[in-house]
């Protein structure tokens, strides 16, 4: 299958009155045409900051240091603002942020607001993009002749995000990123959306990268997970190695903390907490928590390798010469 993007050592810092903030640490991510691909991790790892990367949308005080984001052969951090504008957000790539209401536009109407996207993306004129908007409320189940005319304020938290599906997939994208489409919405929406954008980008053959805390999610959802943790890229697999067969210390925590319905186990979790960012540990960032921490791991950042046909691990057990201790 065709590679669509390639992100290679990149590298995003937040400079603040506490000091530098170094959120992505060489952050590699891949996928092909028409993948779906999971990021998940913890509260604070980098998974936002690394969709918001890939659309060159960090603002000051935040910066992205290094890397290359390679989109259909071309570098989007070599890219000027406009063109960026003119030719990748909103056109070849959409995102859904989290918060959907917030990310609307407060003092415009949903029809107005879909039928600008619409307009921006194809070049035509607003008459003719508000023609479209129809079309677009209802492939995402919802009345047409009512929604146009509401504010975003007036919207439920599942009308909201079923807007911001139809505004981001309206415009027919190469890739989509949806991030955290359901961690504002109870369990039952939750349900509704997915099955939704399942639907979706299955028709419009689009690849997706969902961001996600929930592990639930991402298995059900996306043919492969990338696992991150402090602003690194941990573990790379199919979902069903990740989940059967994790390699790194972190990814097992992380499964083995996920209640199962009928199940006796102890759930076990991740002792520690998150690191601070302003002053990482150093070597790998995971190891002030992790129980198989040997000398390497406390000086030396592990590389992400392939250690299995198509499972990459960033970890010093897996390394030639590892030595347990």
């Not at 504008?85 to 607001?113: C, H, T, Y």
């Not at 925590?253 to 520690?272: D, E, F, Q, R």
């Not at 190891?287 to 950042?301: A, G, K, S």
């Amino acid at each position: 299958m065709k590679r669509l993007l390639d992100v290679s050592d990149l590298r995003v810092m937040f400079h603040t009155y506490r000091g530098t903030i170094k959120a992505l640490n060489g952050v590699r991510l891949w996928l092909n045409e028409e993948e779906r691909l999971g990021i998940v991790g913890e509260t604070g790892c980098g998974k936002s900051v690394s969709a918001l990367s890939i659309m060159r949308l960090i603002d000051p005080p935040g910066e992205i240091t290094h890397g290359k984001v390679i989109f259909e052969g071309l570098d989007l951090l070599k890219m000027s603002e406009e063109e960026m504008d003119k030719s990748v957000r909103g056109r070849k790539i959409s995102m859904i942020f989290q918060e959907p209401v917030s990310a609307l536009n407060p003092v415009f109407k949903v029809g107005f607001q879909i039928a600008e996207a619409i307009a921006h993306s194809n070049n035509i004129s607003m008459d003719e993009a508000y023609k479209k908007v129809p079309e677009s409320l209802e492939m995402v189940g919802l009345d047409w002749k009512r929604s146009m005319e509401l504010y975003p304020h007036e919207l439920s938290g599942g009308m909201a995000q079923r807007v911001m599906i139809a505004m981001a997939l309206a415009v027919k994208p190469k890739l989509l990123i949806a991030d955290e489409p359901t961690s504002a919405l109870d369990v039952t929406i939750q349900a509704q959306i997915l099955q939704l954008l399942d639907e979706l980008v299955r028709m419009g053959k689009n690849a997706v990268i969902l961001i996600t805390h929930d592990l639930g999610i991402a298995s059900e959802f996306c043919d492969r997970i990338t696992v991150m943790y402090a602003g690194n890229v941990i573990e790379v697999s199919d979902s069903q190695e990740v989940f059967q067969s994790p390699l790194h210390p972190y990814s097992k925590g992380l499964i083995n903390s996920i209640p199962i319905i009928g199940a006796s186990k102890v759930l076990k979790g991740i002792p520690g907490s998150v690191p601070d960012l302003v002053s990482p540990p150093p070597g790998c960032r995971f190891h002030p928590r992790c129980e198989f921490c040997f000398d390497r791991c406390r000086v030396e950042l592990p590389d992400l390798r392939e250690v299995k046909p198509d499972h990459f691990v960033a970890c010093h057990l897996y390394s030639d010469d590892s030595k347990e201790g």
